[in-house]
């Protein structure tokens, strides 16, 4: 017996009679992994691996990207395109001859009667570069609705429009390889070991060969926050205080780079003047973090020689979000931190190729980083695409966030939504259900047809997914990636390239205009419309061939370059008409909602590494669901058992708009005033915000609302809840 128990016996790895690895990238987040997908004998999707060699992941890969292959057979997944001609009446499935012809009359209908703006577009930033150009082409080209936008505009929008502001182009300027040479690093409002699991990892291992300062801004002791050298839990929204007065500190006690301030920026007297007004000791009263830790962040950053910043949604979720960006961009010029390795204002991106669409969707203007406003830009693509320039409006409509209003008042009649789920992802769910069920013509075109927003359209349109299809992803460090075809469209499901192309050929502007059949030849004819050497935004060295061989190319990539390059504005060039860089005085006001006597806590919302967005994928992997299958609520203990409310109780949350019941849970993550719920569980969180609009980018501050909490009975909210589709 003794003998047995000793010995080993060797790990069998099941063998899952893999015959085929295919390369692709993964479809969930911006890191923008490279993911080896196994097939079988029969050609079946069976298992996904990090693909070695690859830069961004090295072989790594999180807990959603180890289990994409079972992406392809997940439930709910849209089978054939469906019709009715109420949203209230039954759907019938239809042809998609039927559908395309259907939707290109309804869309002329509309436009005939009230004016071509009168149909909205809103797309994602969830599908592939070459369909978001096509996309752009078929909107701004054939169909010639201004009111086109993106699901982008509740995510990166105040990273595009502060980037614009202080660089005067969009286009994070830092990589992850800046983790290697830095010598300090703030995280503003970021959770990277749960949103971007192996960007955390590849900062994780730079700090392991070179430890350097990590100081995390959060009003949650979140997983990075734990895992850091400072946690600041500032007062939600007031981030700019803080930066305002660390750019107070360094310049008070002359720790700024005079040098480049001077070479490379405008604006500095306006910015210093402004900023003395931020003294440490009056900021601390507003952000909440004491003034003694200001000057000691200020002091660090400063002196750091290489430091930078990264953020994620805690900055651009919030009425200041623009100007928080701008904020942090300045404390990046006036410390001398742009362009060089390991200094650096880098945006951590949010879905897959939400790059993608800021470079060549034309939602806000005209592709490849053109403007609508610029009449060469205007005369450039119009001469390109075939089509007379007065074709195209002299300014970029509405955002998405004031695309719903306008059907409220009747401004908007139609709407086609490309990947997105409003029902569950804009703020103020009663109100948006309500707004949908207002459009004399709705189109939904999705992956899955169970999708929320499925439930008040007349038609659905059933899309392929990520690896079904073929084309490319920009990541958050302007890595262009290859998706390849590895499984066929599911069901009578179609490529969202070809459902555009087919419904292009139902407009007019179809027979002066050339809608390519393949990914490729979309990719070849951005390349040719990137060329230039001022052009940030230049990929025409890239090929599919040299991408894929790459595992992904950064742009800029010039006609003949070998490979990409790693960082922008490395000889403090900017984008600007004299080519410096705008130091910008940012003062703050503060207007967002705040917990009062009724409504006493902040409710701050976000993610969970397991789930993506409104889960209509994650809520069906079993291995990603099982973690959290009911919506729940981080709470403090202390207010819990001020309040008798015990963990994994049920409780009703409430505010000024609406209530939802959500399990506690009690953690000492979050402060006493604060609870924290995930948005991805639908008739939930964003029942209950209110998502004030940033005046630049018309971003919703989904992360300051004011909610009470109320007990209930536990028996009748099980009830609820197993009735809902969470569990
Ligand atoms: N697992 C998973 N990963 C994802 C996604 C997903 O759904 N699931 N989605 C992807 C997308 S689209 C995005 S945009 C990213 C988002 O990635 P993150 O922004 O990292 O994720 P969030 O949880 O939304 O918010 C981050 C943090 O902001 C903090 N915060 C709230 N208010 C403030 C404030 O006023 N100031 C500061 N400094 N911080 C504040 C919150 O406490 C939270 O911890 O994740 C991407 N990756
Ligand atoms: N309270 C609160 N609300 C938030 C946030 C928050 O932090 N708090 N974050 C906001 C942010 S940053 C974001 S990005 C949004 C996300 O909001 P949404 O984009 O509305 O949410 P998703 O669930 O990602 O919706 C994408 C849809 O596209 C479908 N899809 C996936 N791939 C394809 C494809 O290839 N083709 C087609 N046609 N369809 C496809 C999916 O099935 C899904 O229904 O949510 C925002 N809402
Ligand atoms: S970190 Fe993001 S890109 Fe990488 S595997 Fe996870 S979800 Fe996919
Ligand atoms: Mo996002």
């Known amino acids: 017996m003794l003998f047995g128990r000793n010995k080993k016996n060797p790990i069998k790895i099941a063998d899952k009679g893999i015959v085929e690895w295919k390369y692709t990238t993964c479809g969930y987040c911006s890191t923008g ?285 919030s009425t200041h979000g623009s100007d928080g960006v701008v904020a942090i961009n300045n404390l990046n010029l006036i410390t001398g931190n742009i362009g060089k390795p390991g200094g650096t204002s880098l945006s951590i991106t949010g879905q897959c190729n939400a790059m993608g669409t800021r470079e060549w969707s034309s939602c806000s203007g005209l592709p490849g980083y053109r403007y609508l406003e610029n009449p060469e830009d205007r005369k450039e693509i119009a001469g390109f695409w075939g089509i007379d320039e007065e074709f195209f409006p002299k300014k970029r409509g509405l955002f998405q966030t004031d695309i719903f209003p306008a059907i409220e008042t009747g401004q908007i009649k139609g709407l086609w939504l490309v990947a997105s789920n409003p029902m569950s992802s804009l703020p103020n769910s009663e109100r948006i259900r309500k707004t949908l069920e207002k459009l004399d013509f709705f189109v939904v075109q999705d992956a899955y047809s169970d999708v929320e927003s499925a439930q008040y359209a007349h038609m659905y349109l059933p899309a392929a997914i990520w690896a079904e299809k073929d ?48 990914a490729e030849e979309v990719f070849e004819e951005m390349k040719t419309l990137s060329k230039g050497k001022d052009r940030t935004l230049d990929i025409s060295g890239m090929s599919y061939q040299m991408i894929e061989k790459q595992r992904g190319i950064q742009w800029p990539c010039r006609e003949g370059d070998e490979t990409g390059a790693q960082r922008l504005y490395t000889d403090g060039k900017f984008q600007t008409k004299d080519g410096t860089a705008n130091l910008i005085a940012l003062p703050f006001i503060d207007n967002n909602e705040r917990p009062d006597n009724e409504f006493p806590f902040w409710l701050n919302t976000g993610r969970v590494v397991e789930h993506f967005h409104t889960r209509t994928r994650t809520g069906k992997m079993g291995n990603c669901n099982k973690y959290s299958p009911t919506p729940y609520m981080e709470m403090n203990p202390d207010a819990a058992a001020d309040l008798g409310i015990e963990h994994q109780a049920y409780v009703r949350v409430v505010s000024k708009r609406s209530d939802a019941v959500v399990m506690v849970q009690l953690t000492q993550r979050i402060p006493y005033n604060m609870v924290f719920i995930p948005f991805h569980f639908h008739d939930c969180a964003n029942r209950l915000t209110l998502g004030l609009l940033d005046p630049y980018s018309r971003q919703p501050a989904f992360k300051q609302n004011a909610v009470r909490i109320e007990k209930i009975d536990q028996k009748e909210a099980a009830q609820r809840n197993l009735e809902s589709r969470s569990f």
Request: charged share 25%; proline share 4%.
């Open 471 to 518: 084309g490319c992803f920009t990541n958050t460090e302007r890595r262009v990636n290859r998706i390849t075809n590895i499984q066929q469209p599911y069901a009578n499901s179609k490529p969202d390239l070809w459902i555009f192309n087919q419904l292009a050929k139902r407009f007019d502007h179809y027979k002066t205009m050339s809608f390519p059949d393949t």
């Open 33 to 317: 992994c490279s993911i080896e997908v196994g097939l079988n004998a029969e050609g079946k999707a069976i298992s996904s691996r990090g693909a070695a060699g690859a830069d961004v992941n090295r072989g790594k890969l999180c807990v959603k990207g180890i289990f994409e292959h079972e992406l392809f057979t997940t439930e709910g997944r849209g089978t054939e395109p469906l019709y009715r001609e109420k949203y209230i009446d039954e759907y019938k499935p239809v042809s998609w001859d039927t559908a395309l012809d259907t939707m290109a009359e309804k869309i002329k209908a509309v436009q005939e009667k009230y004016g071509r703006d009168s149909f909205a577009i809103i797309s994602t930033g969830q599908i592939l570069t070459e369909e978001f150009y096509t996309l752009g082409k078929l909107t701004r080209g054939a169909i010639g609705t201004n009111n086109y936008d993106g699901n982008t505009t509740l995510c990166m929008a105040s990273a595009v429009s502060g980037y614009k502001r202080s660089f005067g182009s969009d286009g994070p300027p830092g990589c992850y390889e800046d983790f290697e040479d830095t010598d300090c690093l703030i995280a503003f409002g970021s959770n990277l070991p749960e949103q971007h699991p192996i960007i955390y990892w590849r900062l994780k291992e730079a700090m392991e060969k070179r430890k350097f300062p990590l100081i995390v801004v959060d009003p949650r002791v979140t997983m990075l926050a734990q895992f850091a050298d400072m946690h600041l839990p500032i007062t939600p929204g007031t981030d700019l205080v803080l930066l305002n007065s660390l750019a107070h500190v360094i310049l008070d006690e002359g720790l700024a780079d005079d040098d480049y301030i001077n070479a490379h920026t405008n604006g500095f007297e306006e910015f210093k003047a402004l900023v003395k007004e931020y003294d440490p000791v009056s900021a601390s009263k507003i952000c909440g973090i004491d003034e003694d830790t200001i000057r000691n962040v200020a002091r660090l950053y400063a002196k750091a020689g290489k430091a930078m910043s990264i953020w994620t949604m805690g900055i651009n979720q």
